[in-house]
T-cell receptor, first 112, second 114 residues
């Protein structure tokens, strides 16, 4: 079984540019999550999809962040325009209902 | 609001020595507790979890953790560390149902020396 796939694995962009991160969950997993770790701090919840619907987006930092999940399959997280404080590692996780998470290896975003 | 404290940012142990990583949590009800590990270039891997029942939980790779309600702690232990255990370890608490939203600690980096 393929795991949770995230790409790119690394992205370096300039302040003010746009970046789109992608997550391919495990097939059949209805629940998809985005988390973020800013350097040296804890991993923080961003949002949760159930299929294509946003179940909880209370962790999204501001309106520069837009998450979508097309047809309940893959998800994208767009940051527009990127700021320096957006640098960090963005993790995606998926899970079937009633079971635990499988995390991807993360996308390291650096905004310069 | 739930929170997790991992007081040790960095720990160094000798290979073969025992290990204990500390974790304290704050949660209003019965907590759902996890330990995850992240090796370089890898995703977060679940080591073990506690939802209820026996307070001593066995996990993968020879790890165990003990839930102590009176101390709001969930410390991770391993009797003999291997060089491959060098990684970053995260304690986490889940909200109702365990998996809807997970709050992580800041992590403890483990270095293993020969």
């Amino acid at each position: 079984e393929a795991g949770v796939t995230q790409f790119p694995s690394h992205s370096v962009i300039e302040k003010g540019q746009t970046v789109t991160l992608r997550c391919d969950p495990i097939s059949g997993h209805d629940n998809l999550y985005w988390y973020r770790r800013v350097m040296g701090k804890e991993i923080k919840f961003l949002l949760h999809f159930v299929k294509e619907s946003k179940q909880d987006e209370s962790g999204m930092p501001n309106n520069r962040f837009l998450a979508e999940r097309t047809g309940g399959t893959y998800s994208t997280l767009k940051v527009q325009p990127a700021e320096l404080e957006d640098s960090g590692v963005y993790f995606c996780a998926s899970r079937p209902t009633g079971e635990g998470y499988t995390f991807g290896s993360g996308t390291r975003l650096t905004v310069v | 609001a739930q929170s997790v404290t991992q007081p040790d940012i960095h720990i160094t142990v000798s290979e073969g020595a025992s290990l204990e990583l500390r974790c304290n949590y704050s949660y209003g009800a019965t907590p759902y507790l996890f330990w995850y590990v992240q090796s370089p270039g890898q995703g977060l891997q679940l080591l073990l979890k506690y939802f209820s029942g026996d307070t001593l939980v066995q996990g993968i790779k020879g790890f165990e953790a003990e839930f102590k309600r009176s101390q709001s702690s969930f410390n991770l232990r391993k009797p003999s560390v291997h060089w491959s255990d060098a990684a970053e370890y995260f304690c986490a608490v889940g909200d109702s149902g365990g998996y809807q939203k997970v709050t992580f600690g800041t992590g403890t980096k483990l270095q293993v020396i020969p």
